[in-house]
């Protein structure tokens, strides 16, 4: 569950910055460096400025998320860094929401970049194994090797964990449908699609946090 809203408000937050803020993307820095260096080669240096801020964002945003997680280490509170990221990916995204009128393009998407950065650096699991909930290419390929393993060799571990991969992909477009299905409705604060599926999360954690307390307290 945790898994999917991760990724389904990942998938929003590429989908947002995209579609309302110059076609940059806040998590597939991939696509960014590409963008950025497809325009360098054609000699069109005045809009490599587009890619590069959300770029350095996410490099900066990695580092804040770092320094979050040395921080809540010393609490020794469970679950107490995966909640706090969460908050500070609500708190990017509701500023955006309600600062985007007046916010340029760069910051905005830098402000994204940073919320996406945030949660890859926390959210790196996924029941064990290696995820992500941002960049989907290594998450296909382990699908089609879970399904050709599954299949072949009838490992039904791999079978098992190519269905939950395919759960995140699907979250993620699901996540960037929504965002680009009511983007011309609700223009700057259809990003508070993403900013629901952070909240559910946070909740959950909240939850699980108060579940926890209570049971070493007995």
Do not use: C
């Amino acid at each position: 569950m945790i898994g999917s809203l991760l990724a389904a408000s990942a998938g929003g937050f590429d989908a947002f910055t995209y579609l309302q803020h110059g076609e940059v993307f806040a998590g597939l820095q991939t696509g960014n460096l590409i963008l950025l260096g497809v325009h360098l080669g054609q000699g069109q240096f005045g809009v490599t400025i587009h890619y590069l801020i959300p770029i350095l964002a996410f490099i900066f945003g990695t580092m804040v998320a770092r320094f979050f997680q040395h921080t809540i280490k010393k609490s020794k509170q469970p679950l107490a860094a995966p909640q706090l990221i969460i908050t500070w990916e609500i708190l990017l995204t509701a500023i955006v929401a309600l600062a985007d009128p007046v916010l340029p393009d760069l910051l905005a998407s830098a402000l994204i970049s940073m919320t996406a950065a945030a949660q890859l650096q926390e959210f790196r699991k996924l029941k064990g194994g290696p995820f992500t909930s941002l960049m989907m290419t290594g998450n296909l390929r382990t699908v089609a090797e879970g399904i050709y393993d599954g299949l072949i060799h009838h490992n039904t571990d791999a079978s098992r964990k190519a269905l939950d991969i395919l759960t995140i992909i699907l979250s993620f477009s699901f996540g960037a449908g929504l965002v680009g299905g009511f983007s011309h409705m609700f223009s700057h604060y259809v990003i508070l699609i993403s900013t629901l599926f952070l909240s559910i999360i946070w909740f959950v954690f909240w939850r699980s946090r108060l579940i926890l307390s209570k049971e070493q307290g007995k």
